[in-house]
Every structure is written in C-alpha cells, then in structure tokens.
C-alpha cells in the first residue's frame, strides 16, 4: 500500500526561510538590500557605477554584491567607485540564491552598511523566483530593447517595486515610444512607479538614489515574507 | 532555464520532509507567474531524482490559474495564461486578483515500509 501525503509546501521553502533570516538580519543591522534585475546589456553596471559614486558622495554607506556566470569584470568596473564590492560567480547558474548572498556577505560586509546592492544575474526570468533577503526589488528595461519587455516577461515587472528606464538618451535613436511602454508596465503593475534614468547624461541617478534611500528610511518596502511563493 | 535548480530544490524538500522513503509520485503546483515551465519541469524530472528516493517517480504539475477583474467591467474570470489579461466579456483591461506565484508541493504518495514481520 502507498501513503499519499499532504506537504503543501513551497518547493523554494529553504531558499525563502534563508532569505527571510537574511533580510531580518540586515535590516537589525540598518542595511537595507536592493536588488537589480533585467536583461544582458540593459545597463545594471553602468546605472549601479554611477549609484556608488553618488552615494557616497551623499556620505550614504553602500556596497555592492554582483552576479555573473563568469569573470570579475563587473566587480572590477564598480570598485572604481570606491565602494566595497564582492563578485558572486556563479559558474553557469543562471540567477543568484539566497546561501551564495549570506556566503559572500559573512566576514565581508561593512558593519556599518546602510544600502547593499545587488546586482542579479542577467536574465529576466529565473532570478524573479529567488528572494534573496532584499527589501527593494528594481527592474531595469533600457530603451534599446523595446516597449513591449514588461508584457514579454510580466512575472518580473510584478516582482518589482521600481522600473528603471535605462539609456534614455538613446530614446530617440531608437524611435522608443516611452509612452507604449509605460502603459506596457502598468497593464501587468498600475502601481509600478517609473524612474528614467540615463548612465550617460546623468538623468535620473539622484532620483532613483534617492528613492531607494527612503525605501531604506522606511526599512523595507518588501512586506516580511515574500518570497515565490508569498503575495506580490 | 532555471527550472532544473527548481527540480532539485523539490526533490532536497521532499526528501527531507519524508525523512528519506522511497517516493512514487509527486504533485506540485506552479502559478501562472512564477516563472517556471511545467513542460521544462518535467522534462529535468528524471535527472533531478536519479540516484534519489524519488528515482522514477511520477510529476504532475497543476497550472495554478489566475483570477483576474476587469477594469471596465468588474468582469472576474481565472486564466491559465499570462498578463496581459483583456476581458472575456467587454474586451477591457483586466488585472490579476492574486499574486500568480505558487510553486509549491502539493503531495507526495509514499511506498510504505512493510510491517515488522509481515512478509516481503
């Protein structure tokens, strides 16, 4: 005789319960974590440089994890800045988990961290499914790629608390119809705000820093919890 | 294509949620935005379980479906497909009601151990 049994429960439930003991333990130590997700090429490194830079001129702590499948580039571009930054290789895996975020940060993170960024692989799709502690969950769409990616990829727009418009400057060489893509974003979210930032002009930097900073005032804009299996 | 990570990360919890017994079916449940192919699911199904106690066990996947409302016309429906939703009776926006990210386990069937003493 075989026994069926009831388990209901989420098949990602050791990645969440790390995450949520991640988060709960950043956020007792004042460090608010903002994850960045979006496409190759869209411009996170570029957009998070700049981030660095302006953070600590404001005397904002910051740091930044960030993820790749290979090389230390990106760590390398970003501790430019003066920033403490980590890479997370990730060998092939094609998102970032909660135990590769708790590994890299134990003995490495600053104590006195107020905003750690993290820079999630490049890809649209799997990362959405991982919580990894964070508090501020952004999205980043560059103009290059076209107004209809939050309809082409709804699960990571709904997972978002902020888009950000990258490369804005390219928006006219790209017969970029800003418009269609805002209402792209608020058919899947109406609640999504939209930030139009561009690495090259500067547009928008001090905006979005400034809208994470009080995200971190507030200590979370992430209700406890959420995972992928939790409520938007 | 992560969801062979997805895979594994069932067959580690379930494992440890029956302490180790030999598996012979496994129900999951997967939202409409969760993010996860159920026919790429299944397809890893194999490789995620060999040399497990889950090794030839059967998946089925429920499509979770997903509530939405309409913005016109307060029409409620259930899709199994992704946003953008229109509405089936006014062809208005509609929006989704709940989150759409299950991925979780439903049940699993157990072979059981015999009884002391009852034959094999």
Redesign the interface.
């Known amino acids: 005789?075989?026994?069926?049994?009831?388990?209901?429960?989420?098949?990602?439930?050791?990645?969440d319960d790390l995450a949520e003991a991640l988060r709960r333990d950043l956020l007792a130590g004042g460090t608010v974590a903002v994850n960045l997700l979006s496409s190759p090429g869209s411009g996170k490194t570029a957009l998070l440089e700049l981030l660095l830079a302006r953070a600590l001129a404001r005397d904002v702590s910051v740091a930044a994890l960030t993820g790749d499948v290979a090389t230390e580039n990106d760590a390398r571009r970003l501790a430019r800045s003066g920033a403490p930054v980590r890479q997370v290789v990730t060998g092939g895996?094609?998102?970032l988990e909660a135990d590769l975020i708790r590994d890299h940060l134990t003995g490495w993170l600053p104590a006195d961290t107020r905003l750690l960024f993290i820079e999630n692989v490049g890809n649209l799709?799997?990362p959405?499914?991982y919580d990894l502690g964070d508090s501020v969950r952004v999205v980043l769409a560059s103009v290059t790629e076209g107004e209809d990616k939050p309809?082409k990829y709804?699960?990571?727009y709904?997972w978002a608390d902020v888009v950000v418009m990258t490369k804005v400057d390219l928006a006219q060489a790209c017969d970029f119809d800003e418009s269609a893509f805002l209402e792209?974003v608020h058919?899947?979210k109406?609640s999504l705000e939209v930030i139009r930032t561009s690495a090259k002009t500067g547009e928008g930097i001090d905006e979005l820093l400034t809208r994470v900073i009080a995200a971190a005032g507030e200590g979370s804009v992430v209700p406890a919890g959420v995972g992928?299996?939790?409520?938007? | 294509m992560h969801e062979l990570s997805i895979a594994y990360a069932a067959v580690r919890t379930i494992d440890d949620l029956v302490g180790g017994q030999p598996v012979v079916a496994v129900r999951l449940r997967v939202g409409v935005l969760a993010g996860v192919v159920p026919d790429s699911l299944q397809f890893g199904w194999d490789v995620a379980t060999a040399g497990t106690p889950l090794a030839g066990s059967v998946l089925t996947i429920d499509r979770v479906p997903l509530p939405s409302t309409c913005l016109d016309c307060g029409h409620r429906a259930v899709t199994e497909h992704p946003p953008p939703l229109s509405c089936s009776a006014c062809g208005g926006r509609a929006l989704p009601t709940a989150p759409g990210r299950e991925l979780e386990i439903a049940s699993v069937e157990i072979q059981d151990r015999p009884e002391e003493g009852e034959p094999q």
Do not use: F, Q
């Open positions: 005789m075989n026994r069926l049994i009831d388990l209901s429960t989420a098949i990602l439930a050791k990645n895996l094609c998102h799709v799997c959405a499914s309809v709804p699960a990571a709904h792209a058919a899947i109406p992928a299996t939790g409520p938007c």
